[in-house]
């Protein structure tokens, strides 16, 4: 597909509202990838996916934003990340049956949703709302009213091969009445999921927007990336301390690390070990030294 992997940015001319679309396609199978996941919990991973991807994009920032659903139901945890760089990645942990259809309170359980912005140099922001709704889009929507005071809607979906969204914002201090922000609204309801994961973003607009000012920009390129490195690893082992990986290596032969997002593998053994803390050993004084 020409759209495959793609974030289109656009506004409507004089009325004050933006807008977001993304397509998530090699980037969706590559999470899906790491881990192989019934459909009813592939598809709200796939919505988060594309609800985060389209958020991000609606910040100035440098990090990442975060989204994190965490219920007591079959869906225990459903996280989200995506970057300003538009790197994404996800994951979800479920127990026993997830109903293939219903609320997120079937889903889910009771729960919470939050949005987490972590920038370079600066406290990490975050607001929580109830996990209540009828889907992941009515949960963020109200995210936004209760949190940001800034009106959004959403229109999520996923499946095998596609993760798709579109987002609409209404921006403050533009002159926006509130006729025009229901008439697009109205009009953005009859999007089908056929459409948003069929439609080109040009005759998706086209079709549910033709008889308003619409400027689309070039889109933006979107691609999976962990984030995860040896190097990382080896500054969380080194939290743990020597004498605990001494344990570890003494009771299985090697300390083995997996991350939960790309299910790469890491393996430390007695000599990685002993290498890793090497340094801290050189700066270690010695008992004689007072």
Same mark, same amino acid.
């Given at each position: 597909? &020409? !759209? &495959? #992997?793609?974030?289109?940015?656009?506004?409507?001319?004089?009325?004050?509202?933006?807008?977001?679309?993304?397509?998530? !396609?090699a980037t969706w199978r590559a999470v899906l990838g790491a881990h192989p996941y019934p459909e009813a919990v592939?598809?709200?991973?796939?919505?988060?996916?594309a609800a985060v991807t389209l958020l991000a994009s609606t910040i100035k920032f440098e990090g990442s934003l975060i989204l994190q659903a965490q219920g007591k139901g079959p869906i225990r945890t459903l996280v989200a990340q995506?970057?300003?760089?538009?790197?994404?990645?996800?994951?979800?942990? /479920?127990?026993?049956?997830v109903p293939a259809e219903g609320t997120l309170a079937a889903r889910f359980g009771q729960g919470h949703l939050a949005l987490t912005i972590e920038r370079r140099?600066?406290?990490?922001?975050?607001?929580?709302?109830?996990?209540?709704?009828? !889907?992941? &889009?009515?949960?963020?929507?109200?995210y936004?009213? #209760?949190?940001?005071?800034?009106?959004?809607?959403? /229109?999520?979906?996923?499946?095998?091969?596609?993760?798709?969204?579109?987002?609409?914002?209404?921006?403050?201090?533009?002159?926006?009445?509130d006729e025009d922000w229901a008439r697009i609204g109205i009009?953005?309801?009859?999007?089908?999921?056929?459409?948003?994961?069929?439609?080109?973003?040009g005759d998706l607009l086209y079709?549910?927007?033709n008889e308003e000012s619409i400027r689309l920009f070039e889109p933006e390129p979107i691609a999976f990336r962990c984030g995860c490195s040896r190097t990382r690893i080896e500054e969380t082992l080194k939290l743990l301390g020597p004498a605990e990986v001494d344990d570890i290596l003494a009771e299985e032969g090697a300390v083995s690390v997996t991350c939960e997002f790309c299910n790469r593998n890491y393996a430390f053994d007695a000599v990685d070990a002993k290498q890793l803390f090497a340094e801290l050993t050189r700066h270690e004084p010695s008992p004689s030294q007072h």
């Amino acid at each position: 597909m &020409s !759209d &495959s #992997d793609r974030l289109y940015r656009f506004t409507f001319e004089n009325i004050g509202i933006r807008g977001n679309l993304v397509h998530l !396609d090699a980037t969706w199978r590559a999470v899906l990838g790491a881990h192989p996941y019934p459909e009813a919990v592939r598809d709200p991973l796939g919505e988060s996916l594309a609800a985060v991807t389209l958020l991000a994009s609606t910040i100035k920032f440098e990090g990442s934003l975060i989204l994190q659903a965490q219920g007591k139901g079959p869906i225990r945890t459903l996280v989200a990340q995506a970057t300003h760089e538009h790197k994404v990645r996800g994951l979800a942990r /479920w127990e026993g049956e997830v109903p293939a259809e219903g609320t997120l309170a079937a889903r889910f359980g009771q729960g919470h949703l939050a949005l987490t912005i972590e920038r370079r140099g600066a406290e990490p922001y975050q607001g929580i709302v109830p996990l209540e709704g009828a !889907d992941l &889009s009515a949960a963020i929507e109200r995210y936004f009213v #209760d949190s940001e005071q800034l009106p959004t809607r959403l /229109w999520l979906t996923a499946g095998e091969h596609r993760a798709a969204g579109l987002l609409l914002q209404r921006l403050p201090g533009e002159g926006l009445s509130d006729e025009d922000w229901a008439r697009i609204g109205i009009l953005a309801d009859t999007l089908t999921r056929e459409e948003l994961t069929g439609q080109s973003a040009g005759d998706l607009l086209y079709r549910l927007f033709n008889e308003e000012s619409i400027r689309l920009f070039e889109p933006e390129p979107i691609a999976f990336r962990c984030g995860c490195s040896r190097t990382r690893i080896e500054e969380t082992l080194k939290l743990l301390g020597p004498a605990e990986v001494d344990d570890i290596l003494a009771e299985e032969g090697a300390v083995s690390v997996t991350c939960e997002f790309c299910n790469r593998n890491y393996a430390f053994d007695a000599v990685d070990a002993k290498q890793l803390f090497a340094e801290l050993t050189r700066h270690e004084p010695s008992p004689s030294q007072h």
